[in-house]
């Protein structure tokens, strides 16, 4: 595009629409679809490996009764590995199930920050860095804002490019053709 006088626009119009265009590239889209399912696994991992612990964590915000701290503190580790497994393959539904999760943190951590709780975060389980040094709950609302952030993009990037991911059972069925050769 030229301006009025017919000269050439300034190379900094340029250098933006390469820098808008990655956002298009389908290998941002990996990078960053990838990088939010291996944090989710990771997260779970971490939390399974020590389920009591993340138990006490999950009683010491009192949202939940005693008894089923327990169960809290194996079922939602699963979910989010099997969120994780499922944005690095890019299944249907995955993200929902991660925007749904992201969402309930955010509140639960709002929840502790209004209530005044000095509670570990628990985002990566007992043994996390950010556990041993503060109990600033505040940062990990930002970190899931943040992936948020990652979400809505994954998901305007899938409606732009009207890209669908994997439906579950495609899966199973290109696994039942394979067994049949």
């Not at 005044?116 to 975060?121: A, K």
């Amino acid at each position: 595009m030229k301006n009025r006088i017919n000269l050439p626009e300034p190379s900094f119009f340029q250098t933006g629409t390469r820098f808008v265009g990655c956002f298009r590239s389908v290998w941002s889209y990996r990078a960053l679809r990838l990088f939010l399912g291996m944090v989710f696994i990771w997260s779970g991992l971490t939390k399974i490996a020590d389920p009591v612990s993340f138990a006490a964590i999950i009683e010491a915000y009192g949202l939940i009764p005693g008894g089923l701290s327990g169960v809290a503190a194996i079922g939602l580790p699963l979910l989010e590995i099997v969120s994780g497994m499922g944005l690095l393959f890019d299944i249907r539904g995955s993200l929902l199930l991660t925007a749904g999760m992201l969402v309930s943190f955010i509140m639960i951590l709002s929840y502790a920050v209004y209530s005044g709780l000095d509670v570990d975060c628990g985002c990566f389980g007992p043994g996390a860095p950010e556990a041993e040094a503060f109990h600033d709950l505040g940062s990990a609302i930002v970190r899931d804002i943040l992936m948020m952030g990652i979400i809505i993009y994954l998901v305007g990037w899938r409606w732009f490019s009207k890209t669908q991911p994997i439906r579950l059972e495609e899966l199973f069925k290109f696994n039942q053709a394979r067994q049949k050769k």
